[in-house]
């Protein structure tokens, strides 16, 4: 069973900072592609960031030099910082893993559990 832990959510207010963290298992952390997707009340979930196992990230402009997205190899771990925060980032934040099997072309992905960021105005 694949496990995605997050913490660090909370309440902050706009023009805070937040990290968040992802901790996984080491033998799902160096073959899963990572990320951080978020869903706000009365919308769909929407992509934040990814991470690549190949070093690639890629943000949402909506965050783009507000937020980013790091990997900690030694623990196994996905951060999310996020600075400059506004109320329009008030969300449930997911951490997401995923791979291709490109023999079969099936998709695996996973999910973390989510953790509410919510920021005041």
């Known amino acids: 069973q694949v496990q995605l832990v997050e913490s660090g959510g909370g309440l902050v207010q706009a023009g805070g900072s937040l990290r968040l963290s992802c901790a996984t298992s080491?033998?799902?952390?160096?073959?899963?592609?990572m990320g951080w997707y978020r869903q706000a009340p009365g919308k769909q979930r929407e992509l934040v960031t990814t991470?690549?196992?190949?070093?690639?990230?890629d943000y949402a402009d909506s965050v783009k030099g507000r937020f980013t997205i790091s990997r900690d190899n030694a623990k196994n771990t996905v951060y999310l910082q996020m600075n400059s925060l506004q109320p329009e980032d008030t969300a449930v934040y997911y951490c997401?893993?995923?791979?291709?099997?490109w023999g079969t072309g099936t998709k695996y992905e996973y999910w973390g559990q989510g953790t509410q960021v919510t920021v005041s105005s």
């Open positions: 080491g033998s799902i952390f160096r073959i899963y592609h």
């Open positions: 997401n893993a995923w791979r291709t099997d």
């Open positions: 991470f690549t196992t190949g070093g690639s990230t």
